[in-house]
């Protein structure tokens, strides 16, 4: 069974920094894509921070380049996600998600291309 555990999150005030942390397990493949997506209350899930085993080139979204960075033990299967300057439009529910990749694809972007889950770690920035 394939389990994706989360640590990290929490409140902290505009400006401020947070580290989010994910360990994989139950998978065996080398190659696969690992990251993080987040969704606030009444929007959908998007993308964050996504970066794969095969070429390790992440990717982040316009709104969190410069602040976020991924950072992944492949070979462990973790990742995190440090996370600076923090704003108030960060605020969501971060899940870390993975997903099998086969050799030479794309790093999937999409939350439909990933099968593996975590549980939810709420981040809240207050302004």
């Known amino acids: 069974e394939v389990q994706l555990v989360e640590s990290g999150g929490g409140l902290v005030q505009a400006g401020g920094s947070l580290r989010l942390s994910c360990a994989a397990s139950?998978?065996?493949?080398?190659?696969?894509?690992i990251g993080w997506f987040r969704q606030a209350p009444g929007k959908e899930r998007e993308a964050v921070s996504l970066i794969s085993s095969i070429d390790r080139r992440p990717y982040y979204r316009d709104s969190v380049k410069g602040r976020f960075t991924i950072s992944s033990d492949f070979a462990q299967r973790t990742v995190t996600l440090q996370m600076n300057s923090l704003k108030p439009e960060d605020t969501a529910v971060y899940y870390c998600?993975?997903?099998?990749?086969?050799?030479?694809?794309?790093?999937?972007?999409?939350?439909?291309?990933?099968?593996?889950w975590g549980q939810g770690t709420q981040v809240t920035v207050s302004s």
């Open positions: 998600a993975a997903a099998l990749m086969s050799a030479g694809s794309w790093l999937p972007i999409g939350s439909g291309q990933y099968d593996y």
């Open positions: 139950g998978f065996t493949s080398d190659d696969y894509a």
